[in-house]
């Protein structure tokens, strides 16, 4: 595992060796990079390096030589600058909220708002509405991410493991902590062995079986999410990367005019494929409460209701 890491690293450095070192990342480091890579070198490597030792591997091959001009990595940086600029353009795109006269943000920003709504009650219920914080934040942070690719002086954060994978563990982890939170430890594992599913002498049998494929299937979807995010935006980056070198004159206008719509459809793309599986992981460990099954039905006593409406 962490050979393939290390292999995907290198990979990563290529990429970033294809490109000029951002000015903002020279900046961070010129100003912050001595005093982190002093703690890096005093406390966070030797760690590293007994938890490598023990794979036949060092930091180094995994994170690169450590030096002052890489204390704080490019896809730190850029992560941290993709947050900020989500803030920035929500920010801008509320602009003055009007009810009678909406400006064009408004309206943008309201359509993205009742898709992610309407999306997740689809898949959750009504009462999934209380994880749309969350699960909008992934969806409009990861889209930056991917568009940054467009920005000149900036790089996608999402076209580097570290970052696609940390993004797929803070759904794993959310996506089991609504499931601990809501059904109990003994009941989120119970789901695991598929009680909802089997009784009896069926659970006895088919338990232990479900109880293992579902522990390996959940084990390994952080390691999905990051790598789908990751290997599309990396690939993208590599082909516009590859292209622009061939120097021929139709590369200088229309090629890169056909990558950059190729490029924002991934990214559209890539943004909705991650939240739409968090969606469904949080749809697989989260039910309305007892009292309110009927009315996501549409139906009490076998009689038809309207669907509620939500405001």
Not at 83 to 89: E, F, K, L, R, W
Request: charged share 10%.
């Amino acid at each position: 595992m962490f050979m393939f890491l290390a292999a995907v690293e290198e990979a990563e450095g290529a990429h970033g060796g294809g490109h000029s070192t951002p000015a903002l990342v020279e900046l961070v480091n010129h100003y912050i990079g001595e005093p982190v890579h002093h703690f890096q070198l005093q406390y966070t490597k030797p760690v590293w390096d007994q938890i490598f030792a023990r794979f036949g591997t060092t930091a180094e091959s995994v994170f690169g030589v450590y030096t002052p001009e890489n204390a704080v990595p490019w896809y730190t940086v850029m992560f941290i600058a993709a947050c900020i600029i989500t803030v920035a353009v929500i920010w801008i795109m509320r602009g003055r909220m009007s009810e009678g006269e909406p400006g064009g943000g408004q309206q943008v920003l309201e359509v993205s708002v009742l898709s992610i709504r309407g999306l997740l009650e689809d898949i959750v219920g009504p009462h999934g509405l209380k994880y749309f914080p969350v699960v909008a934040t992934f969806a409009i942070l990861i889209l930056v991410s991917n568009l940054m690719a467009l920005v000149p002086g900036l790089l996608p954060p999402s076209a580097s493991t570290s970052v696609t994978f940390a993004l797929g563990i803070a759904s794993f982890v959310y996506y089991n902590y609504i499931g601990v939170k809501e059904n109990g430890l003994m009941g989120h594992l119970g789901h695991f062995a598929g009680v909802s599913y089997f009784t009896g002498a069926m659970l006895f049998v088919m338990g232990p079986v479900m109880f293992v494929i579902e522990l390996i299937s959940n084990a390994v979807r952080p390691l999905s999410l990051g790598m789908r995010l990751f290997g599309n935006i990396f690939g993208d980056e590599q082909v516009g990367g590859q292209i622009a070198q061939v120097g021929a004159p139709y590369t200088y206008w229309v090629v890169p005019a056909i990558l950059m719509a190729l490029t924002v459809f991934a990214s559209v793309m890539q943004a909705f494929i991650f939240t739409l599986l968090s969606m469904i992981y949080i749809g697989e460990v989260s039910h309305a409460p007892h009292g309110d099954h009927s009315q996501e039905h549409g139906h009490v006593d076998g009689n038809e209701i309207a669907a509620p409406v939500l405001t």
